[in-house]
């Protein structure tokens, strides 16, 4: 009963290969299980190399087709280098990927032509709470908004419901909306 | 050992329905139902349970709607009178205080093992209901224990809960019929909402589902549907069948003075952690409610059903967006987050992996079983009292076909 249709649009994403994989992993969950790795390492002061290579997924080990490497640190204003961006507009740019990564194959899986896709992010925090002034503020965000300016052959409407489908697919906005058990420790 | 023809398990609407059918077709059947007939209805609803459709739509094969206010919405009390007014004029043979243990082939045929004896039979015709066990997530038992916790199905009304604060999780029909109970009764109410379908208890005039019926969407077919899982899986409506016809939706709530967070996602340190995805499931929430209203409006206009406007409900807003809900002052917590049946004694091989009956339209895949009384089993309407009697009559014809192959095989 499952119909695997291949979209007529084009917008760079291989929509039929995501369906496919939708059915064959629907049929092995096993094969689903992933996990995602970093390795980071100290360079100075605040500033730090994430390198990003290796992964598992779909039952073996897998790899990029390069290591990529995202460089963090803090701006002169907090004293620091600033060589790089910080690691919370980081946390940004990963649910502005995941989200405008999704706007595209949703939008792919339902016909829709993109012309242009723009989002902007705002992401506001309390520095209080970095700072231990104050243990009421939480020291991430307290709110972070993402507007999207798009231009495509759809109504609003159906621009709307696109975007909101992307949010409820999306594990950036999964993993910032709720909270996740983390474990850290000292080799 | 008793023999029949048909094992019917559960005698609430489904079984009845199909027990109507049977008698019909003179086919020899037994209803084993663990408690009395219309159990659930008359024991395991709040006081101010209504239906969620219309009378005239509470109908059953046989049963048609035969009271003054058929724009009204019955009680759960005068719904299971209703079915043991009709258990009795269609004379079934219910079995009651019987509680079945094991399903069984018995080549040919079934076994049917109760705490009453076994029952050999053809078929076999699972009506046990789709509310039967709440579903309550494991997050439930990091609430501190002096925090009482209640499901739909042992809530009874307002004067049954201690002074405090309530918090109500889940935000589809039970969740918030029994919010709003709780806010007019003036508790401080807060609601966690999680994936929700909107709708208006009435549009331009008429009952929203008198339109979804004359549109035609209440008998849209299980196999016409893109993700049936997904499907099967939707909450119920947020709809309440109160005397006055309001909506019930998230902004009557907090008018009245509930407040609304995200879905219940952690406890920690003395607070519940809300999800940050609400403002994305009330906007999902509005654009599909208003992908149906546009449906209702483009068939008014062609159906002349348009004399009167339009009156399309307001976007949601949430008043204080808030991600963690302080558990001070709160000594009940309402989870009415859904309801997954069991069926124990029923082999796995039957059931998929969240335990539910794998079926097509309620045809099960070892010949002679079946299920019925499920969400959209057939049509979208199954998931009312309305949608029973088209779905017992299919599958009485698909049963009727497998006894006569049965005997012509023997």
Redesign the interface.
């Known amino acids: 009963?499952t119909t695997t249709e291949v979209p007529s649009v084009d917008n760079g994403v291989n929509v039929a290969a995501l369906l496919a994989a939708r059915e064959a992993l629907t049929a092995a969950p096993e094969a689903a299980q992933f996990q995602w790795r970093a390795r980071c390492q100290w360079v100075y002061g605040t500033h730090a190399r994430t390198t990003i290579e290796d992964f598992s997924g779909l039952g073996t080990e897998q790899s990029h087709r390069t290591a990529f490497a995202v460089d963090t640190d803090h701006p002169e204003i907090f004293a620091s280098e600033d060589n790089a961006m910080t690691p919370v507009e980081m946390v940004l740019a990963g649910l502005a990927g995941c989200l405008t990564a999704g706007v595209a194959a949703v939008a792919t899986n339902r016909g829709v032509k993109l012309q242009a896709v723009t989002a902007t992010l705002e992401g506001d925090m309390d520095i209080q709470g970095i700072l231990g002034i104050d243990p009421d503020v939480r020291n991430g965000f307290g709110?972070i908004t993402v507007r999207y300016e798009i231009a495509a052959d759809a109504p609003r409407?159906e621009v709307?419901?696109i975007v909101?489908?992307s949010?409820?697919r999306s594990a950036v906005?999964?993993i910032?909306?709720?909270?996740t058990n983390v474990v850290v420790t000292v080799a | 050992m008793a023999v029949t023809a048909v094992v019917v398990i559960g005698a609430g609407p489904a079984g009845l329905a199909m027990s109507a059918c049977l008698r019909d077709e003179s086919i020899d059947h037994v209803l084993l139902e663990r408690s009395e007939v219309a159990h659930s209805w008359r024991h395991e609803r709040w006081d101010s349970l209504r239906t969620l459709t219309p009378n005239w739509m509470n109908r059953l094969p046989g049963l048609p709607y035969a009271g003054d206010d058929p724009d009204g919405y019955m009680t759960a009390a005068e719904v299971a009178d209703s079915l043991v007014r009709y258990g009795q004029v269609i004379d079934a043979p219910v079995q009651t205080g019987t509680t079945v243990v094991a399903l069984r082939p018995a080549n040919p045929g079934w076994h049917v093992d109760t705490d009453q004896g076994r029952w050999r039979c053809r078929a076999v015709v699972i009506a046990t209901g789709a509310t039967s066990h709440p579903r309550i997530p494991t997050i439930a038992a990091q609430l501190p224990a002096a925090i009482q916790q209640l499901s739909p199905t042992h809530y009874r009304n307002p004067d049954h809960l201690g002074p405090g604060r309530v918090l109500v999780v889940g935000a589809s029909a039970s969740g918030i019929q029994i919010a709003d109970e709780l806010t007019r009764s003036g508790r401080d109410v807060t609601l966690a909402v999680g994936e929700h379908v909107r709708l208006p208890r009435t549009y331009r005039g008429r009952d929203i589902h008198w339109w979804m019926d004359t549109i035609g969407l209440a008998d849209e077919r299980w196999n016409e549907i893109d993700d049936l899982a997904r499907a099967r899986r939707l909450p119920s409506p947020q709809l309440a069948g109160t005397p006055d016809r309001r909506s019930c939706d998230l902004n009557a709530l907090q008018a009245a003075g509930a407040a609304a967070v995200g879905r219940v996602v952690g406890v920690s340190g003395g607070r519940v952690q809300c999800s940050g995805s609400l403002a994305n499931l009330v906007t999902n929430a509005d654009l599909k409610q208003n992908r149906l209203l546009d449906r209702i409006d483009a068939f008014a206009a062609e159906a002349a059903l348009n004399d009167i406007a339009s009156d399309r409900p307001a976007p949601t807003t949430i008043a204080t967006p808030r991600t963690e809900v302080s558990l001070a002052g709160i000594d009940t917590v309402i989870w009415a987050t859904g309801y997954r049946p069991t069926y124990p004694w029923l082999d796995t091989a039957l059931l998929d992996r969240r335990g539910q009956i794998i079926h097509e339209g309620g045809v099960m895949a070892m010949p002679g079983l079946y299920a019925l009384g499920l969400p959209l089993l057939r049509r979208r309407k199954s998931s009312f009292l309305d949608g029973i009697g088209a779905d017992t009559v299919d599958l009485t014809t698909h049963l009727r076909a497998h006894l006569d192959r049965n005997v012509a095989a023997a």
């Open positions: 009963m709110g409407a709307e419901a909101a489908q949010q409820k906005y999964d910032v909306t709720n909270p």
